[in-house]
């Protein structure tokens, strides 16, 4: 009867599903590039892989957007019952908690990114096609600051991600709750 | 000893024609000097579609110049390549030799050619400009304002900076950083007749 108990879990929209696989991936790519950035020398590729740092960044924050928007208007499925009571305390406020700060971040790691391009005085050009708005007038000693808060801000959310990871993987294969067939591709 | 004698002797030579009514033209060349405090030599190249904002802080000026005599007229620059700032990357970058190369080239120079009037206090001067031994013909429209004994040209004008190997080896991948720079300059000059 494990099937029938996997698939009463009321599963996540398929918009929902899509934009946080597209994003997970996205994420987790733009931080590899940001850490391994930092060492390389002076050149073009160096200057490309900056850029398209910023333009994945920047998308980002955008789909994050879209994805907080839908969130609100198409609310996610609650834990189900039987999971949520098996859950100490403690692990519910994590699974909130986590939630709550990774969707922080989404916006604050991106903006702070976005703040110190404009602060060291190189305006974004998205996709090297359109130009967005300075967020902060050029101030190179505000610029390290920031580029420090958004290292800082990055490795929080990476933080984060490993905690729901592992707190997935905890579910699947301890507790073999099948929660994570809510969040799955397909049907 | 010797070489101070001979700049003295140049000094009063220049003295003397500055103080001699020489023929038109001479007359020119030793009475007009550049502002250098309020001139200025800028230029936007673009990196992966962001505009950078560069300037060329040292530069120097011989000019001849009679509005009312284009073609008798003659003006030339030289340009110390190293003292150009974009940013700091950049600046510690751009006296490297695939850039400006400045060990060997420190200066680019200007050679104006024939100079025309298009009326209105508009001109058209055509050119030499040599970057890293790299010389290249060009016309570029210049506007010419007088006030208070000083005038004021200003212009701009595109340069490829590939026709120069200005960003050679990597750096020659226009993707990263565009071959087209747009130059702007504002020179003021003293001594020139009103036009």
Redesign the interface.
Same mark, same amino acid.
């Given at each position: 009867m494990k099937t029938s108990q996997t698939t009463s879990i009321e599963r996540y929209s398929a918009t929902a599903i899509a934009l946080h696989w597209v994003l997970a991936l996205a994420i987790l790519t733009v931080f590899a590039v940001g850490f391994f950035l930092d060492d390389l020398p !002076?050149?073009? !590729?160096k200057?490309?892989l900056i850029?398209w740092h910023k333009w994945a960044g920047v998308s980002i924050l955008f789909l994050s957007v879209l994805r907080l928007l839908w969130r609100l208007a198409k609310r996610p499925p609650a834990l189900p019952a039987r999971i949520e009571q098996a859950m100490p305390g403690w692990q519910r406020t994590a699974y909130h908690g986590t939630h709550h700060l990774m969707y922080l971040l989404f916006f604050v790691v991106p903006l702070l990114g976005w703040a110190y391009s404009s602060a060291k &005085?190189?305006?974004?050009?998205w !996709? &090297?096609?359109l130009?967005l708005p300075d967020l902060l007038p050029v101030n190179?000693a505000l610029a390290e600051t920031l580029k420090d808060l958004h290292g800082l801000a990055a490795f929080g959310l990476i933080g984060l991600v490993c905690l729901h990871v592992g707190a997935a993987l905890k579910h699947q294969f301890i507790d073999r709750d099948g929660l994570i067939s809510r969040m799955l591709p397909g049907r | 000893m010797f070489l101070t004698r001979r700049s003295t002797l140049a000094s009063l030579a220049l003295l003397v024609l500055a103080a001699s009514p020489m023929t038109h033209t001479l007359s020119h060349a030793a009475d007009q000097a550049l502002v250098p405090a309020q001139s200025e030599i800028t230029f936007v190249a673009k990196q992966l579609g962001v505009p950078l904002n560069g300037r060329f802080k040292t530069f120097t000026a011989q000019s001849a110049f009679d509005p009312k005599a284009p073609q008798t007229s003659k003006i030339a620059f030289q340009v110390d390549l190293g003292s150009v700032t974009v940013s700091a990357d950049a600046d510690s970058e751009l006296g490297k030799p695939d850039w400006f190369n400045t060990a060997k080239f420190p200066k680019a120079t200007f050679q104006s050619g024939a100079i025309k009037a298009l009326g209105g206090g508009k001109f058209e001067v055509a050119g030499e400009l040599a970057i890293k031994g790299n010389a290249r013909d060009l016309v570029v429209p210049v506007t010419l304002a007088q006030a208070g004994g000083l005038s004021t040209v200003t212009g701009t004008f595109p340069l490829k900076r590939l026709d120069f190997k200005v960003g050679d080896g990597d750096w020659a991948d226009t993707s990263v950083v565009a071959n087209d720079v747009q130059v702007k300059f504002k020179i003021v000059l003293q001594g020139v007749p009103a036009q």
């Open positions: !002076f050149s073009p !590729f200057l490309k850029n &005085g190189y305006p974004i050009v !996709f &090297g096609v130009p190179k | -």
